[in-house]
């Protein structure tokens, strides 16, 4: 059970602070934290390296997505490729670049 209200999450990502403005396919916005980071697959001989952009976003905002759905932020365009909500209010999108 969560603690704070979906009023609160939005305070916790608001693009005033950590947060960005993310655009969906039908141009409504909401707000979410962006992390691009260091991604390595693979095993002790051989490693893949990459980067891994996901947006920790609240669930209300996202609860209309699916796999597939493009979305828009700081002019990059990316595909969602897995969604987890993580039962508190707050769903990880992780993305794929278009």
Do not use: W
């Not at 009023?7 to 992390?35: L, N, P, Q, Y």
């Not at 991604?39 to 976003?57: F, R």
């Not at 796999?67 to 993580?86: F, K, M, Q, R, W």
């Amino acid at each position: 059970m969560a603690v704070e209200t979906d009023i609160e999450r939005a305070v916790f990502i608001e693009a005033d602070d950590f947060g960005t403005t993310v655009t969906k396919a039908d141009t409504s916005t909401f707000e979410a934290i962006f992390d691009n980071g260091f991604l390595a697959v693979g095993g002790s001989m051989q490693e893949v390296e990459s980067l891994n952009p996901v947006l920790q976003c609240r669930s209300s905002d996202v609860s209309d997505l699916v796999h597939g759905s493009v979305l828009t932020l700081n002019s990059t365009t990316y595909h969602v490729v897995a969604i987890e909500p993580d039962g508190t209010g707050m769903t990880m999108l992780e993305l794929e670049k278009q």
